[in-house]
Protein backbone atom coordinates (compact mmCIF):
# COMPACT_ATOMS: atom_id res chain seq x y z
CA UNK A 1 0.00 0.00 0.00
CA UNK A 2 1.07 3.49 -0.89
CA UNK A 3 0.99 6.21 2.52
CA UNK A 4 -1.99 7.87 1.07
CA UNK A 5 -3.93 3.80 0.84
CA UNK A 6 -2.84 3.13 3.94
CA UNK A 7 -4.31 6.93 5.56
CA UNK A 8 -7.59 5.85 4.06
CA UNK A 9 -7.25 2.29 5.41
CA UNK A 10 -6.54 3.79 8.81
CA UNK A 11 -9.59 6.11 8.63
CA UNK A 12 -12.18 2.93 7.37
CA UNK A 13 -10.74 0.63 9.96
CA UNK A 14 -10.91 3.36 12.99
CA UNK A 15 -6.78 2.75 13.37
CA UNK A 16 -5.66 5.13 16.67
CA UNK A 17 -2.22 4.12 17.12
CA UNK A 18 1.17 2.49 15.00
CA UNK A 19 3.25 -0.22 15.98
CA UNK A 20 6.77 -0.07 14.87
CA UNK A 21 8.88 -3.15 14.57
CA UNK A 22 11.43 -4.55 13.43
CA UNK A 23 13.83 -7.33 14.27
CA UNK A 24 17.39 -7.75 16.34
CA UNK A 25 20.39 -9.24 14.99
CA UNK A 26 19.70 -12.67 17.03
CA UNK A 27 15.91 -12.82 15.66
CA UNK A 28 12.98 -11.42 17.81
CA UNK A 29 10.80 -8.43 16.81
CA UNK A 30 11.43 -5.77 18.87
CA UNK A 31 8.55 -2.64 18.49
CA UNK A 32 7.43 0.39 19.73
CA UNK A 33 3.67 1.91 19.96
CA UNK A 34 2.78 5.70 18.42
CA UNK A 35 -0.36 7.61 17.86
CA UNK A 36 -1.92 7.20 14.32
CA UNK A 37 -0.91 11.00 14.16
CA UNK A 38 2.58 10.67 15.03
CA UNK A 39 3.00 9.27 11.28
CA UNK A 40 2.51 13.15 10.53
CA UNK A 41 1.62 14.52 7.26
CA UNK A 42 0.31 11.49 4.64
CA UNK A 43 0.11 14.23 1.78
CA UNK A 44 3.79 15.11 2.02
CA UNK A 45 5.96 11.97 1.97
CA UNK A 46 9.66 13.82 2.13
CA UNK A 47 8.33 15.55 5.47
CA UNK A 48 6.42 12.33 7.02
CA UNK A 49 7.60 9.11 8.66
CA UNK A 50 7.36 7.25 5.96
CA UNK A 51 11.20 8.74 4.78
CA UNK A 52 12.24 10.30 7.89
CA UNK A 53 11.59 7.29 10.03
CA UNK A 54 11.82 7.70 14.06
CA UNK A 55 14.84 7.36 16.62
CA UNK A 56 15.45 4.71 18.72
CA UNK A 57 18.61 3.77 21.08
CA UNK A 58 20.46 1.40 18.90
CA UNK A 59 22.67 0.62 22.13
CA UNK A 60 19.43 -1.09 24.11
CA UNK A 61 19.38 -4.12 20.98
CA UNK A 62 20.98 -7.21 20.82
CA UNK A 63 23.75 -6.40 18.47
CA UNK A 64 23.39 -3.08 17.08
CA UNK A 65 25.47 0.00 18.52
CA UNK A 66 27.74 1.09 21.17
CA UNK A 67 26.35 3.72 24.09
CA UNK A 68 28.55 6.43 22.22
CA UNK A 69 26.80 5.93 18.78
CA UNK A 70 23.28 5.01 20.28
CA UNK A 71 20.88 7.21 17.77
CA UNK A 72 19.44 4.93 14.42
CA UNK A 73 16.83 5.39 12.67
CA UNK A 74 13.41 2.98 12.13
CA UNK A 75 11.82 3.97 8.37
CA UNK A 76 8.86 2.29 8.23
CA UNK A 77 7.97 0.14 4.74
CA UNK A 78 4.48 0.71 3.63
CA UNK A 79 4.15 -2.71 1.89
CA UNK A 80 4.05 -4.56 5.86
CA UNK A 81 1.19 -2.34 7.03
CA UNK A 82 -1.90 -4.45 7.92
CA UNK A 83 -3.52 -4.56 11.28
CA UNK A 84 -2.27 -5.98 14.34
CA UNK A 85 -3.55 -9.31 15.34
CA UNK A 86 -2.73 -8.98 18.62
CA UNK A 87 -3.47 -5.73 20.47
CA UNK A 88 -6.72 -4.94 21.71
CA UNK A 89 -7.30 -1.41 20.19
CA UNK A 90 -7.17 -0.81 16.24
CA UNK A 91 -3.16 -0.65 15.90
CA UNK A 92 -1.72 -0.55 12.53
CA UNK A 93 1.62 -2.71 12.26
CA UNK A 94 4.80 -1.48 9.94
CA UNK A 95 8.00 -3.65 9.67
CA UNK A 96 10.74 -1.20 9.71
CA UNK A 97 14.01 -0.60 8.11
CA UNK A 98 17.08 0.40 10.57
CA UNK A 99 19.12 3.50 9.14
CA UNK A 100 21.95 5.52 10.43
CA UNK A 101 20.45 8.86 11.11
CA UNK A 102 23.82 10.60 9.99
CA UNK A 103 24.49 9.41 6.95
CA UNK A 104 21.04 7.80 6.01
CA UNK A 105 22.40 4.82 4.73
CA UNK A 106 20.97 1.11 5.70
CA UNK A 107 22.70 -0.51 8.34
CA UNK A 108 24.96 -3.18 8.08
CA UNK A 109 23.63 -5.08 11.02
CA UNK A 110 19.71 -4.94 10.16
CA UNK A 111 18.63 -8.20 9.37
CA UNK A 112 16.34 -7.05 6.83
CA UNK A 113 18.63 -5.24 5.00
CA UNK A 114 20.63 -8.45 5.00
CA UNK A 115 17.80 -9.98 3.44
CA UNK A 116 17.17 -7.33 0.61
CA UNK A 117 21.26 -7.35 -0.61
CA UNK A 118 20.56 -11.12 -0.79
CA UNK A 119 18.03 -11.05 -3.19
CA UNK A 120 19.34 -7.91 -4.77
CA UNK A 121 23.14 -10.23 -5.08
CA UNK A 122 21.09 -12.67 -6.89
CA UNK A 123 19.77 -10.66 -9.53
CA UNK A 124 23.24 -9.12 -9.95
CA UNK A 125 24.98 -12.40 -10.51
CA UNK A 126 23.03 -12.53 -13.58
CA UNK A 127 22.22 -16.12 -12.49
CA UNK A 128 18.37 -15.12 -11.83
CA UNK A 129 16.01 -12.60 -10.68
CA UNK A 130 13.76 -13.86 -8.08
CA UNK A 131 14.53 -16.53 -5.59
CA UNK A 132 11.24 -18.44 -3.51
CA UNK A 133 11.64 -19.99 -0.23
CA UNK A 134 8.85 -22.11 1.49
CA UNK A 135 9.77 -22.74 5.66
CA UNK A 136 8.18 -25.28 7.23
CA UNK A 137 8.45 -23.91 11.33
CA UNK A 138 7.47 -26.41 13.66
CA UNK A 139 6.52 -25.71 17.62
CA UNK A 140 4.92 -27.03 20.23
CA UNK A 141 2.12 -25.72 22.77
CA UNK A 142 2.25 -26.20 26.33
CA UNK A 143 -0.07 -25.83 29.10
CA UNK A 144 2.68 -24.71 31.77
CA UNK A 145 6.53 -24.03 31.60
CA UNK A 146 8.50 -23.47 34.48
CA UNK A 147 12.25 -22.46 34.80
CA UNK A 148 14.83 -21.10 37.13
CA UNK A 149 18.55 -21.33 36.60
CA UNK A 150 21.13 -19.90 39.45
CA UNK A 151 24.53 -20.27 41.04
CA UNK A 152 23.15 -23.34 43.04
CA UNK A 153 20.59 -25.08 41.15
CA UNK A 154 18.33 -25.55 38.31
CA UNK A 155 15.45 -27.29 36.60
CA UNK A 156 13.04 -26.66 34.22
CA UNK A 157 9.39 -28.65 33.69
CA UNK A 158 7.25 -28.27 31.20
CA UNK A 159 3.83 -29.78 31.07
CA UNK A 160 0.72 -30.54 28.11
CA UNK A 161 -2.37 -32.10 28.73
CA UNK A 162 -1.75 -34.06 25.46
CA UNK A 163 1.48 -35.43 27.35
CA UNK A 164 1.76 -39.39 27.22
CA UNK A 165 3.36 -38.54 30.12
CA UNK A 166 -0.07 -37.89 32.16
CA UNK A 167 -1.83 -40.53 30.41
CA UNK A 168 -1.50 -41.93 34.58
CA UNK A 169 -2.65 -38.52 36.47
CA UNK A 170 -5.42 -38.44 38.60
CA UNK A 171 -7.51 -36.09 36.88
CA UNK A 172 -10.63 -36.27 39.46
CA UNK A 173 -12.21 -38.97 37.61
CA UNK A 174 -11.81 -37.05 33.90
CA UNK A 175 -8.83 -37.92 32.74
CA UNK A 176 -10.22 -38.86 29.07
CA UNK A 177 -6.80 -40.98 27.44
CA UNK A 178 -6.38 -39.84 24.18
CA UNK A 179 -3.24 -38.90 23.80
CA UNK A 180 -0.52 -39.46 21.23
CA UNK A 181 2.41 -41.98 22.25
CA UNK A 182 6.46 -40.22 21.80
CA UNK A 183 7.41 -39.97 18.47
CA UNK A 184 3.80 -41.27 17.36
CA UNK A 185 1.86 -37.52 16.54
CA UNK A 186 2.17 -37.56 13.00
CA UNK A 187 -0.70 -37.35 12.30
CA UNK A 188 -3.87 -39.17 13.75
CA UNK A 189 -7.22 -37.05 14.41
CA UNK A 190 -9.11 -36.01 17.03
CA UNK A 191 -9.52 -36.91 19.93
CA UNK A 192 -5.51 -37.77 19.97
CA UNK A 193 -5.10 -34.65 17.96
CA UNK A 194 -6.50 -32.25 20.88
CA UNK A 195 -5.30 -28.66 18.96
CA UNK A 196 -6.78 -28.82 15.45
CA UNK A 197 -9.12 -25.83 16.84
CA UNK A 198 -6.48 -23.52 17.96
CA UNK A 199 -4.72 -24.21 14.70
CA UNK A 200 -7.66 -23.55 12.60
CA UNK A 201 -7.55 -20.28 14.62
CA UNK A 202 -3.83 -19.93 14.23
CA UNK A 203 -4.18 -20.09 10.72
CA UNK A 204 -7.60 -17.98 9.73
CA UNK A 205 -5.50 -14.77 11.76
CA UNK A 206 -2.51 -15.66 9.41
CA UNK A 207 -4.79 -15.93 6.28
CA UNK A 208 -6.50 -12.42 7.76
CA UNK A 209 -3.08 -10.51 7.66
CA UNK A 210 -2.03 -12.26 4.16
CA UNK A 211 -0.14 -15.00 5.19
CA UNK A 212 -1.58 -17.71 2.53
CA UNK A 213 -2.01 -20.97 4.58
CA UNK A 214 -1.59 -24.38 2.72
CA UNK A 215 -2.24 -26.58 5.76
CA UNK A 216 -1.50 -27.46 9.27
CA UNK A 217 -1.45 -30.53 11.10
CA UNK A 218 -0.27 -32.26 14.43
CA UNK A 219 3.59 -33.07 14.28
CA UNK A 220 5.74 -36.15 15.78
CA UNK A 221 5.67 -35.56 18.76
CA UNK A 222 3.19 -36.09 21.51
CA UNK A 223 2.31 -32.83 23.96
CA UNK A 224 1.15 -30.17 21.49
CA UNK A 225 3.77 -30.17 18.34
CA UNK A 226 2.18 -28.79 15.65
CA UNK A 227 2.80 -27.11 12.00
CA UNK A 228 1.13 -24.57 9.94
CA UNK A 229 2.43 -24.36 6.58
CA UNK A 230 3.20 -21.18 4.61
CA UNK A 231 2.67 -20.89 0.68
CA UNK A 232 6.45 -19.96 -0.71
CA UNK A 233 6.98 -16.22 -1.38
CA UNK A 234 10.23 -14.31 -1.94
CA UNK A 235 13.36 -14.61 0.18
CA UNK A 236 12.81 -10.76 1.95
CA UNK A 237 8.71 -10.90 2.44
CA UNK A 238 9.00 -15.01 3.31
CA UNK A 239 11.45 -13.21 6.23
CA UNK A 240 8.61 -11.00 7.20
CA UNK A 241 5.86 -13.33 6.96
CA UNK A 242 7.70 -15.73 9.29
CA UNK A 243 8.31 -13.63 11.58
CA UNK A 244 4.62 -12.85 11.60
CA UNK A 245 4.15 -16.44 11.74
CA UNK A 246 5.46 -16.96 15.35
CA UNK A 247 3.61 -13.18 16.56
CA UNK A 248 0.40 -14.95 15.75
CA UNK A 249 1.04 -18.40 17.10
CA UNK A 250 2.45 -17.45 20.10
CA UNK A 251 -0.40 -14.77 20.72
CA UNK A 252 -3.31 -16.90 20.00
CA UNK A 253 -1.55 -19.67 22.42
CA UNK A 254 -1.59 -16.72 24.75
CA UNK A 255 -5.29 -16.37 24.73
CA UNK A 256 -6.20 -19.50 25.37
CA UNK A 257 -3.93 -19.74 28.46
CA UNK A 258 -1.20 -21.94 26.77
CA UNK A 259 1.71 -21.36 25.82
CA UNK A 260 3.95 -21.73 22.31
CA UNK A 261 7.45 -21.54 21.65
CA UNK A 262 9.40 -22.37 19.08
CA UNK A 263 12.49 -23.71 21.30
CA UNK A 264 14.07 -26.58 19.21
CA UNK A 265 14.74 -29.26 21.88
CA UNK A 266 11.82 -28.74 24.73
CA UNK A 267 11.49 -32.74 25.50
CA UNK A 268 13.75 -35.25 26.10
CA UNK A 269 13.82 -38.60 23.78
CA UNK A 270 11.21 -37.30 21.35
CA UNK A 271 11.14 -35.34 17.74
CA UNK A 272 12.14 -31.08 18.04
CA UNK A 273 11.01 -28.34 16.27
CA UNK A 274 12.97 -27.96 12.77
CA UNK A 275 12.23 -25.29 10.27
CA UNK A 276 13.18 -27.08 6.56
CA UNK A 277 13.32 -24.46 3.70
CA UNK A 278 12.34 -25.48 0.15
CA UNK A 279 13.96 -22.68 -2.28
CA UNK A 280 14.37 -22.57 -5.85
CA UNK A 281 16.03 -20.22 -8.20
CA UNK A 282 14.13 -18.21 -11.03
CA UNK A 283 14.81 -16.29 -14.38
CA UNK A 284 12.00 -14.42 -16.23
CA UNK A 285 9.51 -16.57 -14.73
CA UNK A 286 11.42 -19.80 -15.35
CA UNK A 287 11.98 -21.98 -12.62
CA UNK A 288 15.76 -22.70 -13.08
CA UNK A 289 16.30 -25.93 -10.72
CA UNK A 290 14.09 -28.26 -12.97
CA UNK A 291 15.17 -30.61 -15.56
CA UNK A 292 13.34 -32.97 -16.94
CA UNK A 293 16.24 -35.26 -17.22
CA UNK A 294 18.30 -34.81 -14.44
CA UNK A 295 18.46 -36.53 -11.47
CA UNK A 296 15.33 -36.42 -9.73
CA UNK A 297 14.49 -33.94 -12.71
CA UNK A 298 16.16 -31.23 -11.14
CA UNK A 299 19.21 -29.09 -13.54
CA UNK A 300 22.63 -28.95 -12.93
CA UNK A 301 22.06 -25.68 -11.57
CA UNK A 302 20.18 -27.28 -9.11
CA UNK A 303 22.78 -29.90 -8.19
CA UNK A 304 25.57 -27.27 -8.14
CA UNK A 305 23.10 -25.23 -5.63
CA UNK A 306 23.01 -28.01 -3.37
CA UNK A 307 26.48 -29.22 -3.58
CA UNK A 308 27.59 -25.02 -2.23
CA UNK A 309 25.11 -26.39 0.79
CA UNK A 310 26.95 -29.44 1.79
CA UNK A 311 30.21 -28.15 1.42
CA UNK A 312 29.18 -24.66 3.61
CA UNK A 313 27.22 -26.68 5.63
CA UNK A 314 28.98 -26.72 8.85
CA UNK A 315 28.94 -22.76 8.78
CA UNK A 316 25.75 -22.33 7.89
CA UNK A 317 24.57 -23.84 10.67
CA UNK A 318 26.02 -21.05 13.41
CA UNK A 319 23.11 -19.02 11.62
CA UNK A 320 20.82 -21.81 10.74
CA UNK A 321 20.73 -23.72 13.81
CA UNK A 322 21.97 -21.01 16.17
CA UNK A 323 21.75 -21.75 19.81
CA UNK A 324 23.21 -24.33 21.96
CA UNK A 325 19.78 -25.90 22.66
CA UNK A 326 19.54 -26.68 18.67
CA UNK A 327 21.95 -29.22 19.15
CA UNK A 328 19.75 -31.53 21.07
CA UNK A 329 17.51 -31.75 17.86
CA UNK A 330 20.43 -32.47 15.44
CA UNK A 331 20.90 -35.95 16.61
CA UNK A 332 20.26 -38.99 14.55
CA UNK A 333 17.09 -41.00 14.87
CA UNK A 334 14.95 -37.88 15.27
CA UNK A 335 14.21 -36.97 11.71
CA UNK A 336 16.85 -33.92 12.09
CA UNK A 337 19.43 -34.60 9.52
CA UNK A 338 23.32 -34.11 10.27
CA UNK A 339 24.47 -36.01 7.24
CA UNK A 340 25.52 -33.77 4.61
CA UNK A 341 24.45 -35.59 1.79
CA UNK A 342 21.38 -34.98 -0.70
CA UNK A 343 18.93 -37.28 -2.16
CA UNK A 344 15.33 -37.76 -3.76
CA UNK A 345 12.81 -38.57 -1.57
CA UNK A 346 15.23 -39.11 2.00
CA UNK A 347 14.52 -37.55 4.76
CA UNK A 348 17.60 -38.75 6.34
CA UNK A 349 19.45 -36.30 3.88
CA UNK A 350 20.54 -32.69 5.00
CA UNK A 351 19.30 -32.14 0.74
CA UNK A 352 15.91 -33.56 -0.10
CA UNK A 353 14.48 -33.12 -3.44
CA UNK A 354 10.87 -33.64 -3.02
CA UNK A 355 9.17 -36.08 -5.79
CA UNK A 356 5.64 -35.27 -4.86
CA UNK A 357 4.99 -33.68 -8.18
CA UNK A 358 6.13 -33.85 -12.01
CA UNK A 359 4.86 -29.44 -12.28
CA UNK A 360 8.24 -27.90 -13.35
CA UNK A 361 7.27 -24.81 -11.35
CA UNK A 362 7.24 -27.25 -8.04
CA UNK A 363 11.20 -28.09 -8.27
CA UNK A 364 12.88 -27.20 -5.33
CA UNK A 365 15.54 -28.12 -2.98
CA UNK A 366 14.36 -28.51 0.85
CA UNK A 367 17.30 -28.21 3.20
CA UNK A 368 16.57 -29.91 6.29
CA UNK A 369 18.65 -29.02 9.13
CA UNK A 370 17.76 -25.17 10.04
CA UNK A 371 15.35 -24.82 12.98
CA UNK A 372 13.05 -22.07 14.14
CA UNK A 373 15.17 -20.79 16.79
CA UNK A 374 16.72 -18.97 13.65
CA UNK A 375 16.69 -14.98 12.52
CA UNK A 376 14.43 -15.94 9.20
CA UNK A 377 16.12 -12.79 7.36
CA UNK A 378 19.27 -13.89 8.03
CA UNK A 379 18.96 -18.15 7.86
CA UNK A 380 17.27 -17.70 4.30
CA UNK A 381 20.06 -14.95 2.89
CA UNK A 382 22.84 -17.83 4.12
CA UNK A 383 21.16 -20.50 2.59
CA UNK A 384 20.69 -18.53 -0.87
CA UNK A 385 24.65 -17.42 -0.76
CA UNK A 386 25.59 -21.07 0.08
CA UNK A 387 23.39 -22.36 -2.90
CA UNK A 388 25.04 -19.11 -5.17
CA UNK A 389 28.60 -20.01 -4.58
CA UNK A 390 28.22 -23.60 -5.45
CA UNK A 391 26.82 -21.80 -8.72
CA UNK A 392 29.24 -19.78 -9.49
CA UNK A 393 31.76 -22.25 -8.81
CA UNK A 394 29.82 -25.33 -10.89
CA UNK A 395 30.31 -27.38 -8.00
CA UNK A 396 29.21 -31.03 -8.37
CA UNK A 397 27.29 -32.66 -5.68
CA UNK A 398 28.31 -36.33 -6.24
CA UNK A 399 25.98 -39.18 -6.41
CA UNK A 400 23.36 -38.82 -4.03
CA UNK A 401 22.05 -40.93 -1.61
CA UNK A 402 19.10 -43.04 -1.91
CA UNK A 403 18.84 -46.19 -0.68
CA UNK A 404 19.12 -46.50 2.51
CA UNK A 405 18.09 -44.83 5.82
CA UNK A 406 21.55 -42.51 6.62
CA UNK A 407 20.78 -43.09 10.22
CA UNK A 408 21.33 -46.98 9.89
CA UNK A 409 24.44 -46.75 8.46
CA UNK A 410 27.54 -48.60 10.18
CA UNK A 411 30.34 -46.06 11.78
CA UNK A 412 32.93 -47.59 8.64
CA UNK A 413 29.98 -46.70 6.61
CA UNK A 414 29.38 -43.02 8.36
CA UNK A 415 33.03 -42.37 8.29
CA UNK A 416 32.73 -40.79 4.61
CA UNK A 417 29.74 -39.04 4.91
CA UNK A 418 30.50 -34.89 6.29
CA UNK A 419 28.27 -34.07 8.76
CA UNK A 420 26.87 -30.85 10.81
CA UNK A 421 28.61 -30.05 14.03
CA UNK A 422 27.76 -31.66 17.00
CA UNK A 423 27.68 -28.41 19.12
CA UNK A 424 27.02 -24.33 18.84
CA UNK A 425 31.01 -24.09 19.60
CA UNK A 426 31.93 -26.57 16.65
CA UNK A 427 29.17 -24.98 14.23
CA UNK A 428 31.11 -20.92 15.37
CA UNK A 429 33.82 -22.13 14.67
CA UNK A 430 33.53 -23.83 11.08
CA UNK A 431 32.09 -20.23 10.64
CA UNK A 432 35.23 -18.30 11.63
CA UNK A 433 37.00 -20.80 8.85
CA UNK A 434 34.29 -20.59 5.97
CA UNK A 435 32.66 -17.27 5.92
CA UNK A 436 33.46 -15.87 2.68
CA UNK A 437 30.89 -17.10 0.60
CA UNK A 438 28.94 -14.85 3.19
CA UNK A 439 30.46 -11.68 1.88
CA UNK A 440 30.09 -11.98 -1.51
CA UNK A 441 28.25 -8.54 -2.82
CA UNK A 442 28.78 -7.34 0.34
CA UNK A 443 25.33 -9.15 1.78
CA UNK A 444 26.68 -9.89 4.74
CA UNK A 445 29.56 -7.51 6.28
CA UNK A 446 32.71 -8.55 8.54
CA UNK A 447 31.12 -6.32 11.37
CA UNK A 448 28.08 -8.94 11.02
CA UNK A 449 29.79 -12.15 11.37
CA UNK A 450 32.43 -10.18 14.41
CA UNK A 451 29.60 -9.78 16.49
CA UNK A 452 27.72 -12.75 15.62
CA UNK A 453 30.40 -14.74 16.66
CA UNK A 454 31.75 -12.73 19.57
CA UNK A 455 28.18 -12.36 21.07
CA UNK A 456 27.18 -16.45 21.00
CA UNK A 457 30.74 -17.18 22.70
CA UNK A 458 30.05 -14.42 25.63
CA UNK A 459 25.97 -15.15 26.20
CA UNK A 460 25.35 -18.52 25.16
CA UNK A 461 28.59 -21.21 24.45
CA UNK A 462 30.61 -20.03 27.48
CA UNK A 463 27.10 -19.92 30.36
CA UNK A 464 26.09 -23.26 29.18
CA UNK A 465 29.85 -24.54 29.49
CA UNK A 466 29.91 -23.42 32.86
CA UNK A 467 27.00 -24.54 34.35
CA UNK A 468 26.73 -28.12 35.93
CA UNK A 469 23.67 -30.01 34.36
CA UNK A 470 20.70 -31.37 36.20
CA UNK A 471 21.87 -34.81 34.88
CA UNK A 472 25.60 -34.30 35.82
CA UNK A 473 24.04 -35.11 39.45
CA UNK A 474 22.43 -38.59 38.68
CA UNK A 475 25.66 -39.29 36.56
CA UNK A 476 28.46 -38.29 39.53
CA UNK A 477 27.21 -36.98 42.63
CA UNK A 478 28.68 -40.33 44.20
CA UNK A 479 31.99 -39.90 42.57
Not at 123 to 142: A, C, H, Q, S
Not at 261 to 283: A, E, R, Y
Not at 410 to 426: H, I, K, N, Y
Request: hydrophobic residues 35%; glycine residues 6%; aromatic residues 12%.
Amino acid sequence: MTPEEIKAYCQANNVRFVDVKFVDLFGLWQHFTRPIHELNDWTDYERSAWRNGWGFDGSSIRGFQKIEESDMLLVPDPETALIDPAIQMPSLSVVCNVEDPVTRQPYSRDPRHIAQKAERYLKETGIGDTVYVGPELEFFIFDDVRFNSDQHSAFYSVDSNEGIWNSGRDQGGMNLAYRPRFKEGYFPVSPHDSQTDIRNEMADVMERCGIQVELHHHEVATAGQGEIDMRFDTLTRMADKSMLYKYIVKNVAKKHGKVATFMPKPLFQDNGSGMHCHLSIWKNGVNLFFDEKGYAMTSEMCRSYIAGLIRHGKALMAICAPTTNSYKRLVPGYEAPVNLVYSARNRSAACRIPMVSTDPRQKRVEFRPPDPSANPYLAFAAILMAGLDGIRNGWDPGPALDKTNLFDLTPEELASVPTVAQSLDGSLRALEEDHDFLLQGGVFTPDVIETWLAYKYENEVDPVRMRPHPYEFHLYFDA
